[in-house]
């Protein structure tokens, strides 16, 4: 079946690092999404990876895949009261569609 | 330049009414879908277009009707507006197959009293 499940909640300190996980269920999903939404906003594609890397970096972003498990990790390092939003794992198992997780909302304090 | 956009941001109506939101995409992409958000904050595809031929309809209601006149729009109808059809309704687009970046819209939100 189709599921994509994340943590709800996350609250770190600014300038700790977040971690945000994802376990999905289509081993077929040939990219892995992270969507960023911030609050009365749309969607932000933040990063993807291909599922045959096993990490891959952007600035302060890390994504780690371990496909094995299906579990794709989102870590963002120096965490900033501007990256407070809702974080959304993705993965897409073709038929021209994304499965969404339930979003993992990050608050970010002092 | 908006990459994708949505009209009306906000649309409150009585239940019974029937209402319309648009949405236009200035990135020359083959494909648009529409999703659905509730109040959990939950996304959940309802449609995708590909060249103006529908691929995609999740199990949406009839009351439900996208159209597509060109492949830069796809416009959403909504009939006999339900209570449980309060929700945000995003727009989105992307090249023919998934496995490139999707620009979503702001959302539209549907308020039915």
């Known amino acids: 079946g189709e599921d994509v499940e994340q943590s709800l909640f996350l609250s770190v300190r600014e300038g700790d690092s977040s971690v945000i996980n994802c376990t999905y269920t289509d081993s077929s999903s040939t990219y892995l999404y992270w969507y960023k939404q911030e609050p009365g906003a749309g969607l932000q594609l933040l990063t993807y990876?291909?599922?045959?890397?096993d990490m891959k970096q952007d600035q302060r972003l890390t994504v780690l895949l371990n496909k094995k498990d299906k579990h794709l990790s989102l870590r963002i390092a120096d965490t900033q009261t501007g990256d407070s939003a809702i974080y959304f794992c993705?993965?897409?198992?073709?038929?021209?569609?994304?499965?969404f997780g339930a979003g993992t909302r990050l608050a970010v304090h002092p | 330049d908006t990459a994708v956009s949505q009209t009306p941001k906000y649309l409150v109506t009585q239940m019974g009414n029937d209402k319309s939101i648009k949405c236009e995409q200035n990135?020359?992409?083959?494909?648009m879908y529409w999703y659905k958000q509730d109040s959990k904050k939950f996304l959940k595809i309802m449609f995708s277009?590909?060249?103006?031929?529908?691929?995609i309809n999740e199990t949406v209601p009839n009351r439900f009707s996208p159209k597509s006149p060109d492949k830069a729009h796809l416009n959403l109808h909504i009939n006999s507006l339900e209570l449980g059809d309060s929700a945000v309704y995003f727009c989105?687009?992307?090249?023919?197959?998934?496995?490139?970046?999707?620009?979503f819209g702001q959302g539209t939100r549907l308020t039915v009293v």
């Open positions: 993705a993965e897409n198992p073709g038929y021209n569609k994304l499965i």
């Open positions: 990135l020359g992409h083959d494909t």
């Open positions: 989105a687009s992307s090249q023919e197959l998934w496995n490139t970046e999707a620009f």
């Open positions: 277009y590909n060249n103006k031929e529908l691929i």
């Open positions: 990876i291909f599922s045959n890397m």
